[in-house]
């Protein structure tokens, strides 16, 4: 079991940076893959970014690359997200999530209660 637990959103005008964090705590949580889902209001689930337990592997969606920038830390147990050059559509409850395996853009089995960042205009 991994407990997962997100940090850092805000309310930030548009061209502004915010960086989240996620914390993973249970026995293993060093050796599973960390990312970022968010959901918009009336919108679906959205890939943001994964990166390996090792942290030398990452993954991006579409409509965050080169903006944002995911990373680990050196106990690998949390996981970063620095969001730079936000824009208005960026503005959603951003989700934590582990799991196993090769890493990829479908989500692991464990999620974060979330964290709301908005954009203004």
């Known amino acids: 079991q991994v407990q997962l637990v997100e940090s850092g959103g805000g309310l930030v005008q548009a061209g502004g940076s915010l960086r989240l964090s996620c914390v993973a705590s249970g026995r293993t949580a060093t050796e599973y893959n960390m990312g970022w889902f968010r959901r918009a209001p009336g919108k679906e689930r959205e890939f943001v970014a994964a990166?390996?337990?090792?942290?030398?592997?990452?993954v991006y969606g579409d409509s965050v690359k080169g903006r944002f920038t995911i990373s680990r830390g050196d106990a690998k147990n949390t996981a970063y997200l620095q969001m730079n050059n936000l824009k208005p559509e960026d503005t959603a409850v951003y989700y934590c999530?582990?799991?196993?395996?090769?890493?990829?853009?479908?989500?692991?089995?464990?999620w974060g209660q979330g964290t709301q960042v908005t954009v203004s205009s």
């Open positions: 999530n582990s799991g196993t395996g090769v890493i990829s853009r479908r989500p692991g089995d464990y």
């Open positions: 990166i390996s337990w090792s942290g030398r592997v990452t």
